[in-house]
């Protein structure tokens, strides 16, 4: 494992493209692809000092494309991010329900139904529009469960290919 000393995540710490291993002064390791410019690029794994991990792909040093971020509670939401937010179509899960559907700048903003483990859908129904995490009117959401299982499955794929790089 090579060692990188930063003050901040985000500091270019490689300047040669391709795989490397680097351990962070703070705890954190990242392991998987690089771009020229010394950010993360490509599929990576991307272990946090709190036992949070994301895996899946980077761009320009963030998590962006598809992935898998799993909290150490063992909460975890598999699908799209965009600047290392959830964004687009994804599943999120914890404890006993499951959110399917659309995210906005990390939160869960659009389309989308909530299942709890009883596989009920809550009083009143938990599906239609949320806004702030909230649902704001009700309705089917077929269309935007079916895209959210989609991103789940990539973000999946992506997430075992990240874990099988090697040097």
Not at 30 to 37: A, I, L, S, T, V
């Amino acid at each position: 494992v090579r060692t990188a000393s930063h003050q901040r995540r985000g500091v270019n710490t490689m300047s040669a493209e391709g795989y490397h291993a680097v351990k962070y002064e703070d705890g954190d390791e990242y392991k998987g692809q690089w771009n020229g410019e010394g950010k993360r690029h490509g599929l990576g794994v991307l272990k946090f000092a709190d036992g949070t991990e994301y895996s899946g792909d980077f761009e320009q040093g963030m998590n962006h494309g598809h992935g898998v971020l799993t909290f150490v509670d063992r909460s975890c939401y598999a699908g799209e991010f965009k600047d290392g937010k959830y964004d687009g179509h994804g599943v999120f899960s914890k404890d006993e329900m499951k959110y399917e559907g659309e995210f906005k700048d990390g939160k869960v903003d659009g389309s989308g139904k909530i299942t709890f483990k009883d596989k009920t859908n809550g009083r009143p129904r938990q599906e239609g529009t949320f806004q702030n995490r909230m649902l704001k009117t009700g309705g089917k959401q077929q269309a935007a469960v079916n895209l959210a299982k989609e991103a789940e499955s990539t973000a999946t794929e992506k997430a075992n290919k990240a874990k099988e790089l090697k040097a």
